[in-house]
Nanobody
């Protein structure tokens, strides 16, 4: 499956932004999806994940209550709605896919990755 993430940009602290990830090439509904991010000089970290049905989700503690992951299997997309953004949310955000129904937090378990989209939150 091929993934393309988009929707990043420069926003002020407190603003909202919605990232999207478009998938193509395979049956999207068979894939659990995840969002990860990597800030400059830091390791890639888990942000959110969703099962292939959309019925189960999981979030990093740092984004819980502010970010929402959702998917539209009819449109082969997964979105990350980010509210109340903070400067520490600044990073390149990546979407990832794995052919499983589990909700996966470990980046090493994902086989497919998008190219990343940059989110910059100014203070």
């Amino acid at each position: 499956v091929q993934l393309q993430a988009f929707g990043g940009g420069l926003v002020q602290a407190g603003a909202s932004l919605r990232l999207s990830c478009a998938a193509s090439g395979r049956t999207f509904s068979r894939y659990a999806m995840g969002w990860f991010r990597q800030a400059p000089g830091k390791e890639r970290e888990f942000v959110a994940a969703i099962s292939w049905s959309g019925g189960n989700t999981n979030y990093a503690d740092s984004v819980k209550g502010r970010f929402t992951i959702a998917r539209d299997n009819a449109k082969n997309t997964v979105r990350l709605q980010m509210n109340s953004l903070k400067p520490e949310d600044t990073a390149v955000y990546y979407c990832a896919a794995e052919e499983t129904d589990w909700v996966i937090q470990n980046s090493g378990e994902y086989d497919y990755w998008g190219q990343g989209t940059l989110v910059t939150v100014s203070s």
